[in-house]
């Protein structure tokens, strides 16, 4: 199963009736570049995030301190008008999601894709 494919399955049980997710990815509030220096920051905090971009809203959800792969809950929602990125470099910083996260380069298009539909353009 692809990854994004497993991250919209997690996220399903959050959803309202007939909402339907455009973008998802993940994110991480702790600095990747700290990281390299020092692995024992990621336990000190939850490290990552999955952003579930709907037709109504953005969902931040919770998640382990190591892995995505399991959604606890919703953190919070912000309107569908909230503008991410723009996604570019190595890793995308981002303060626009309610605390400061980082994406990576993997999951831009994801961040491009959904600030191009809020505008209308995609």
């Known amino acids: ?15 309202g009736p007939g909402e339907t997710i455009n973008s998802i990815f993940v994110a991480q509030t702790t600095n990747p570049w ?12 939850d490290s990552f995030r999955v952003v579930a971009v709907t037709d109504r809203r953005i969902l931040v ?7 995505a792969k399991e959604v606890k809950g919703v ?12 996604a570019k470099g190595l890793w ?14 993997k999951f831009h298009k994801d961040v491009n894709q959904a600030d191009a539909a809020r505008q209308g353009v995609a």
Not at 1 to 15: F, G, I, S, T, W
Not at 61 to 67: K, P, Y
């Open 1 to 15: 199963m692809a990854v994004r494919d497993a991250l919209k399955e997690k996220v399903q049980p959050y959803l």
């Open 34 to 45: 700290l990281l390299v220096i020092s692995y024992w920051i990621m336990f000190m905090k």
């Open 61 to 67: 959800c919770s998640t382990g301190r190591m892995s």
């Open 75 to 86: 953190l919070r929602e912000l309107p569908r008008s909230t503008t991410i990125g723009p």
């Open 92 to 105: 995308c910083k981002t303060d626009a999601l309610g605390e400061r996260m980082w994406v990576a380069k």
